[in-house]
């Protein structure tokens, strides 16, 4: 069976910058592989045209560039909020406001956004709500491992259940 629309993937890989002697970014081993519902739309579109078609034990490789990834850095994506709006019951909770950590918001929509805390000033917090990725050329190798039908449940759920999958 091959890797397509409506097939459940199970499938190791490298993620690094570049290319094959990039940075590692990410592995994911036969311990604990990557167990995913194909073609929901979910993964990167290139990332799936890739996989799309393969056999089980059929190694893979390829790179994206940062238009095909997650986008070109975008400097208008980097604010200045009110340090203000960080506070609980009249105090800024300095677990969470510390520079590197990733902090979900909401957007003007109250759609979930992450943001990543650049700088706290006296009265503001500098963030960067770029994905951690953006302006990056990716580069994944990597195995499939399985490929098996998914089911109506999985399908109507648009995920994976059981070994890898969720749990309800």
Do not use: C, W
Not at 104 to 132: A, W, Y
């Amino acid at each position: 069976m091959k890797v397509g629309k409506n097939k459940v993937v199970t499938l190791t890989y490298t993620l690094r910058f570049d290319d094959n002697n990039g940075e590692i970014i990410q592995q994911v081993n036969e311990d604990r592989p990557f167990v995913h519902l194909f073609g929901n739309g979910t993964l990167l579109p290139v990332f799936e045209t890739n996989l799309d078609g393969l056999d089980p034990d059929t190694q893979f490789e390829f790179g994206l560039g940062h238009k095909e990834g997650y986008g070109e850095f975008n400097e208008e994506a980097i604010i200045e909020l009110e340090k203000s709006i960080f506070e609980k019951d009249g105090k800024v909770d300095e677990e969470l406001l510390k520079i590197g950590n990733m902090i979900t918001m909401q957007d003007q929509e109250g759609n979930p956004i992450d943001g990543r805390v650049l700088e706290i000033k006296s009265d503001k917090v500098v963030m960067d709500f770029n994905h951690p990725l953006a302006g990056k050329d990716l580069h994944f190798s990597g195995r499939v491992i399985d490929v098996r039908d998914a089911s109506n449940e999985e399908n109507s759920h648009g995920h994976v259940h059981g070994d890898g999958g969720h749990h309800h």
